[in-house]
């Protein structure tokens, strides 16, 4: 999976599809949603509620902030191994709110990449899984990031990319979230490729290619006229 999704809903949208405490962050529209930037997730305490995080998970242990440059996709098959990602996995976990991701399909023997846009057809949000840490900086103090939980394509998504993120289903949420569910091996089976089914996939323009493009024409379909389209 690519670093790049988008969530444009609405707080009430949200607040209604997954159950999210009122007092929860304000959040405007993103459609271009790029690694290293900060985000709302929901998070399970008392209450579901939104949380703001950098995305690029930052251990609690590691020494170097770049860490997380290069861990923003974590892989459902390494969570129980990676000291990185165990502890987060058994104790820290999140909803990433979205509603579509972005993928680059290869097309000319690697010479080109055309953005491709990978939403409901319903056009609903949904929630990939995510796990978060909290790491000390330095003169910052203390930053709470997150990573993207990721699995082998589907059917709909491998002629696009072999990974795709955990999609996961609306009767899983809960307990992907519940802080008090510490056996890991339950959570393992929600960590499948979604159902083909309910996606649809449609290319986009390439100002999807620059994250400072975060406007609703990121979810216009391309059109061939565009050099490169």
């Known amino acids: ?100 991701f972005y993928e680059w399909r290869v097309i000319e023997g690697g010479r080109k990449k055309i953005p491709m846009r990978i939403a409901l057809k319903s056009r609903e949000p949904f929630a990939m899984a995510g796990i978060w840490d909290i790491w000390e900086h330095p003169s910052r103090g203390p930053m709470e990031s997150f990573a993207i939980v990721t699995t082998q394509a589907n059917d709909f998504m491998r002629p696009i990319h072999e990974r795709m993120p955990v999609i996961l289903r609306p009767q899983d949420e809960a307990k992907w979230l519940d802080p008090r569910l510490k056996d890991i091996c339950a959570l393992v089976p929600l960590l499948t490729p979604a159902p083909s089914g309910p996606f649809e996939v449609y290319e986009v323009s390439s ?17 061939h006229t565009e050099e490169g389209g």
Request: charge should be positive.
């Open 1 to 100: 999976m690519s670093g790049r999704y988008s969530q444009s809903a609405s707080f009430e949208v949200l607040r209604n599809r997954f159950g999210l405490d009122l007092a929860s962050l304000d959040i405007r529209p993103r459609y271009n949603i790029a690694p290293g930037q900060v985000v709302p997730l929901a998070v399970a305490g008392k209450s579901r509620y939104l949380k703001a995080m950098r995305w690029g998970l930052i251990p609690s242990w590691v020494k170097d902030f770049s860490f997380g440059e290069g861990s923003f996709n974590v892989r459902a098959e390494t969570l129980m191994e990676k000291t990185s990602f165990k502890s987060s996995f058994q104790k820290r976990r999140c909803l990433v709110l979205a509603d579509g």
């Open 207 to 223: 100002l999807i290619n620059s994250p400072v493009n975060d406007s609703p024409e990121c979810f216009n379909p391309a059109s």
